[in-house]
């Protein structure tokens, strides 16, 4: 197996998200090749690094980010974007936070990622659940 600089292993990366994204299928090591300009020796090399890495499943021939990666990096996304969210409201309902964060292409963020995050954040009492009022409050540090 040949050697991979660490900008190659990025440009592989950066392409099983870009195919992902465009038609949430996977791609072979010669599609992240042609695109990348690499060997399809060293696609396939840092495609099974990224496997063992945890970034990356393997089906077949066909490589595609791992959801439970995705997942995890939506959630801790979230995590900083309600958090500032919160910081400007000081309190607001799920859905007022999940219509409030925009996702780059201007989509409302993942509901379940915005669930997930306050939970987390709960878990750090950063925020509270206010069952009168159906809203989740921001506390303010030393209250």
Request: hydrophobic fraction near 35%; glycine fraction near 8%; charge should be negative.
């Amino acid at each position: 197996m040949s050697e991979y600089s660490s900008k190659e292993l990025k440009d592989v990366w950066q392409e099983v998200l870009r195919v992902f994204g465009r038609r949430q299928a996977g791609c072979t090591p010669r599609e992240v090749a042609s695109a990348t300009g690499v060997s399809e020796e060293v696609a396939r090399a840092c495609l099974e690094y990224l496997v063992q890495d945890g970034k990356v499943v393997r089906e077949g021939d066909v490589y595609a980010p791992d959801p439970n990666y995705i997942y995890a990096v939506g959630v801790e996304h979230a995590k900083g974007k309600v958090d500032e969210y919160l910081r400007q409201y000081k309190r607001a309902t799920v859905d007022e936070i999940v219509q409030g964060i925009k996702d780059e292409r201007g989509e409302p963020i993942k509901r379940e990622w915005v669930e997930e995050a306050l939970l987390r954040l709960a878990g750090e009492g950063r925020v509270r659940y206010d069952e009168m009022t159906d809203e989740w409050v921001y506390l303010l540090r030393g209250a």
